[in-house]
């Protein structure tokens, strides 16, 4: 979603504020824009569409600036346009911002603003902040910024200019992250850390209703009450990765390509075989804190929700814990009952998915403690949670999700196995299962060696516009998972959906035009899931089956078979959804779609 990059230093700004700005792309945007100050006025450029266009027209504009704020832009309040791009001014084109979050009550502000004749150029949420901090201007910015603040309903990180200080950057983090790179006389704003590690790896973050004044050489930080705040910096230690596609054609397909190492880095140094258990470095939590769990409450969005739900099954099953996976944006608004024995395990690959920090934050409010399943370091979740598993699955810069998962999927396993070798699991039967997760990487290669037959299939169905992905046990997030990459990347109506389930309703829309993806790898379940394809069989539907090496049974039914390698029950969706990313993949790609960056959506859903 939106991205914030500001600079302010000696070096060429447009320069580096772009670069930033292509470090952020991964997030999901539909224009871009800069502002500077050139000659004590501001200056700036905004175009519809990608970074380059507006690399193009800044290098037209020859700006030789030295602090610039710059932003990419996901559409929440009007269309994406240049108009609707950020930056936007005041009045009096004397100030500049750029804004990530959504200003709630901006329509009421929007309105008394006009009233008193104030003449808006967007529609857009933001203009209504620049307006206001102009209308409260009087000499003293810093003044009409804190005078501003209170009126706004909402989540919002904003980096602002104004033409009369032109050696200072304000910023300003209210719900919304924002964080600050401490250079050598120069100093870096932005919504992710990765985008100017680069250049330095000392930051400050900023944290609810902070406000910033970042000159090159100083830095204060302010509490709402306009007190200064001592802010202690810290040192990051993620590496300057230059991402790279290396010879795929996209990031998405490298990131599945990168799936056998990241499911290598996500069990490196976390499993004991000798004792058939699990152990995490940075699990914070004591023995008796995880013998006395009760309950588990798995929070989450989208795909991370997906291996939540997995999680869910193989902790009840395995560990005997009673678990509830629930999507973030619906559990906040249900006025949660939290017991004292009740563990939050909180999933997000990005960190900063706004539903699931809010449900966080309400979960600590009454007392719970998190741990948080994360792949950015230093990411709003992780300095929320109490404790946090790292995916280490590296940057995923695809907006659909692929590595991220898999990683998840991994790491529930481990910690489930540590929950269950605490209550009831037999030493033997950990070690069964640490060997069934070390053949995984082996395993995953082999799917991936496997490309050209689920390319092949994937051009034959690629002109469906419906599909249904069914499975039953651990295959039904499976096929929620499935469904998922192919509605993202392909842009095709697809259906996730129990199998047993099918009869009670939407079997009704099963025909020649609507192939089913049958994820078959549940042994409990396989001779169940077999009779609901027979149903989908007599009704004139294709089926596509992800089967085990070995399953005779699905042969007599499927029009399609890919094979994955045979494992357990609680890993078997790893393989499944291996191959259902690449279907969605190739399928994407014959019907030419942006599969990287697909169209409305974002890598970070920084907004509720
Ligand atoms: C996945 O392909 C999606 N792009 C999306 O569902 C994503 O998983 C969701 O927005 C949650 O993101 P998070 O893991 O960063 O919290």
Redo the contacts with the bound molecule.
């Keep these: 979603m939106c991205g914030i990059f500001g600079y302010i230093g000696s070096r060429d700004a447009v320069k580096i504020a772009i670069n930033g700005l292509k470090k952020l792309e991964y997030r999901g945007y539909d224009s871009a824009g800069i502002a500077g100050i050139k000659d004590g006025k501001i200056v700036s450029a905004k175009e519809l569409g990608k970074i380059t266009a507006l690399e193009k027209e800044v290098a037209k504009m020859n700006l030789d600036l030295h602090v610039a704020i710059s932003q990419t832009r996901w559409a929440t309040h009007g269309k994406p346009s240049k108009i609707n791009a950020h930056p936007h001014f005041d009045a009096t084109h004397q100030l500049a911002l750029v804004h990530n979050g959504i200003i709630e009550n901006y329509e009421a502000l929007r309105t008394s603003l006009k009233d008193k004749g104030v003449h808006f150029v967007s529609d857009t949420d933001t203009e209504v902040v620049a307006q206001l901090i102009g209308a409260h201007y009087k000499g003293d910015i810093l003044k009409a910024v804190f005078e501003t603040l209170p009126l706004l309903k909402g989540a919002y990180a904003i980096a602002l200019i104004h033409q009369d200080y032109p050696d200072q950057i304000i910023a300003i983090s209210h719900n919304a992250p924002l964080v600050i790179g401490i250079g050598e006389n120069e100093a870096f704003i932005s919504s992710d850390t990765h985008s100017f590690v680069a250049h330095t790896r000392e930051v400050v973050f900023l944290e609810n209703s902070e406000v910033a004044v970042i000159k090159a050489d100083k830095l204060e930080v302010f509490n709402t009450a306009l007190e200064q705040i001592e802010k202690k910096s810290e040192q990051l230690s993620i590496e300057a990765i230059e991402s790279s596609k290396g010879n795929y054609e996209h990031y998405t397909l490298k990131e599945i390509h990168d799936q056998p190492q990241a499911v290598r880095n996500a069990l490196s140094g976390r499993f004991l075989q000798e004792y058939g258990t699990a152990s995490f470095d940075s699990l914070n939590f004591d023995v008796n804190e995880l013998l006395n769990v009760k309950r588990i409450l798995i929070l989450?969005?989208?795909?991370?929700?997906?291996a939540g739900y997995m999680g869910a099954y193989m902790l009840e099953d395995k560990a005997r814990i009673p678990v509830q996976a629930e999507i973030a944006s619906e559990f906040r608004y249900k006025n949660p009952i939290v017991q004292n024995d009740t563990l939050v395990i909180a999933?997000?690959?990005?960190?900063?998915?706004a539903d699931?920090i809010a449900a966080v934050r309400e979960l600590k409010a009454k007392g719970a403690k998190i741990l948080a399943l994360c792949?950015v370091e230093g990411s709003t979740?992780v300095r929320e949670a109490d404790s946090t598993l790292f995916l280490r699955a590296g940057q995923e810069i695809g907006?659909?999700?692929?590595k991220?998962?898999t990683s998840?999927v991994v790491i529930l396993s481990l910690f489930t196995l540590m929950m269950a070798r605490m209550r009831h699991m037999s030493k033997q039967d950990g070690q069964e299962f640490l060997k069934a997760l070390e053949r995984l990487p082996d395993q995953i290669d082999s799917i991936l060696k496997n490309s050209a037959h689920i390319e092949a299939i994937a051009k034959k169905y690629a002109h469906y516009e419906n599909f249904f992905y069914l499975g039953r046990h651990y295959m039904y997030p499976a096929s929620l998972e499935g469904a998922?990459?192919l509605k993202?990347i392909a842009y095709i109506n697809a259906n996730g959906y129990p199998a047993g389930e099918m009869k009670h309703g939407p079997i009704a829309l099963i025909n020649e035009n609507c192939p089913t993806v049958a994820l078959c790898s549940n042994n409990l379940t396989h001779e169940k899931l077999l009779s609901n394809l027979m149903e989908v069989k007599s009704r004139n539907g294709l089926v596509i089956a992800i089967a085990e090496e070995g399953d005779k049974g699905i042969e007599k039914i499927a029009d399609e078979i890919i094979r994955v390698p045979a494992t357990i029950d609680e890993l078997a969706c790893i393989p499944a959804v291996v191959v259902t990313q690449l279907l969605a993949y190739f399928i994407a790609k014959e019907r030419g779609a942006d599969i990287d960056q697909p169209r409305n959506?974002?890598?970070?859903?920084t907004v509720e």
């Design positions: 989450a969005c989208g795909t991370s929700w997906h999933i997000s690959q990005s960190g900063e998915t699931t792949n979740l907006v659909c999700s692929t991220a998962f998840q998922l990459k993202e959506l974002a890598k970070a859903v």
